[in-house]
Nanobody, 122 residues
């Protein structure tokens, strides 16, 4: 069992930056792949970025490539999402999610945090 808590959301102007953190409890976190998802009002939840359990593999959605960076620190049981050059369309609730190790980083997430709101003003 893994419990996830997101933090770091807030209100920022377009072009600004935020760093989201996902901290975990549970013995298996260091062997879990982790993804950051987001959901805007009226839209489906989408995978923004993901990182393998070792940090050796990453995935980024097309809309955030070159602007967002995912990283992790297993010793601190944390995963981070550095978001730069933010746009109003990045406004959403951001969720951290985890799953057991796998090859494909875009599917199969089973543990979810409660989310943190990110609002980007124009």
């Amino acid at each position: 069992q893994v419990q996830l808590v997101e933090s770091g959301g807030g209100l920022v102007q377009a072009g600004g930056s935020l760093r989201l953190s996902c901290t975990a409890s549970g013995r298996t976190f260091s062997t879990n792949d982790v993804g950051w998802f987001r959901q805007a009002p009226g839209k489906e939840r989408e995978l923004v970025a993901a990182i393998s359990w070792s940090g050796g593999r990453t995935y980024y959605g097309d809309s955030v490539k070159g602007r967002f960076t995912i990283s992790r620190d297993n010793a601190k049981m944390a995963v981070y999402l550095q978001m730069n050059s933010l746009k109003p369309e990045d406004t959403a609730v951001y969720y951290c999610s985890a799953r057991g190790r796998g090859l494909e980083l875009t599917v199969g997430y089973t543990y979810w945090g409660q989310g943190t709101q990110v609002t980007v003003s124009s």
